[in-house]
């Protein structure tokens, strides 16, 4: 299974974007979808994650201003950022987590958030 993350940017503070994380099969095989962001020194984040039976999660750093998303034909889940501040800056990350292990064991590639304050 392959993930591809898309839609991260530049983008002033208060600003708004979307990221989308695309897999190669089928969503439903995942236990659940997380978005991660890793800031270059730091211990990588789980943001927000989506699980198959829909119970979602968020940070509470996150909490309010961003929203998690699946859309099963597309075999995609979003990331709706909305006010942004500069703390979140990062390389965004999807994952998938294997019902079998409940690991995180399909990470796609990062795609760069940078928000100027």
């Known amino acids: 299974v392959q993930l591809q993350a898309s839609g991260g940017g530049l983008v002033q503070a208060g600003g708004s974007l979307r990221l989308s994380c695309a897999a190669s099969?089928?969503?439903?095989?995942?236990?659940?979808v997380g978005w991660h962001r890793q800031v270059a020194g730091k211990q990588r984040e789980l943001v927000a994650s989506?699980?198959?039976?829909?119970?979602?999660r968020y940070a509470d750093s996150v909490a309010g201003r961003m929203t998690i998303s699946r859309e099963y034909a597309r075999n995609t889940v979003y990331l709706q950022m909305n006010n942004l501040k500069a703390e979140d800056t990062a390389v965004y990350y999807c994952?998938?987590?294997?019902?079998?292990?409940?690991?995180?064991?399909?990470w796609g590639n990062g795609t760069l958030v940078t928000v100027s304050s």
């Open positions: 994952a998938a987590q294997s019902i079998a292990s409940g690991q995180y064991s399909y």
């Open positions: 099969g089928s969503i439903y095989n995942f236990y659940a």
């Open positions: 989506i699980s198959r039976a829909g119970r979602i």
